[in-house]
């Protein structure tokens, strides 16, 4: 199964942590997989968002960019069948996210990827995340509800 955390996040089992973050800790040496990560296939990241909805529609894009999901899906299936279950991971972790004003601290790409990768079938399961509203455990049959993320029972009230 795959996992979504953070680089400090160590779930059952220690699975190896495999990147999905633009830029990794100077300590992180394993694998990455870029096609997730918040950046185009040219390496510019999400720049000038205009708010947090703005930065959700730009990350779509990139992640409809072709052959991209197809990529990933290649080296995540290699991945699994080599360790079993994988971490993927970026800086974002309880306390520890954005704190520029235009992000909250439960936000992160983590949950559009992994959205996005529970739909293809994968078992997905989140750590170090929060429900924007309740602060309970987020989970891929909530959604996202104007530009927060929310668990199932905040989301459409
Ligand atoms: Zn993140
Ligand atoms: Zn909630």
Redesign the pocket.
């Known amino acids: 199964m795959i996992w979504l955390g ?1 680089f400090w996040s160590r779930p059952p089992g220690k699975p190896p942590i495999v990147s ?2 633009k830029w990794n800790p100077a300590w992180f040496s394993g694998p990455s997989i870029l096609q997730l990560a ?1 950046q185009s296939s040219t390496g510019s990241g999400i720049p000038h968002a205009k708010d947090r909805r703005d930065w959700i529609e730009s990350y779509k894009d990139i992640l409809s960019e072709p052959g991209r999901i197809r990529e990933a899906r290649r080296q995540l299936d290699a991945m699994l069948s080599k360790y079993g279950d994988v971490l993927l991971a ?4 309880k306390g520890r ?2 704190q520029d004003g235009s992000y909250s601290g439960s ?5 559009l990827a992994g959205r996005l990768l529970s739909r293809l079938g994968y078992t997905v399961e989140v750590i170090d ?1 929060e429900c924007s509203r309740c602060s309970g455990p987020v989970s891929f049959d909530g959604g996202v509800s104007g530009a927060e993320f929310v668990c199932r029972s905040c989301f459409g009230q």
């Not at 970026?90 to 972790?93: N, P």
């Open positions: 953070s999905i973050a918040p970026c800086w974002c972790k996210t954005r936000f992160c790409h983590r949950l995340l």
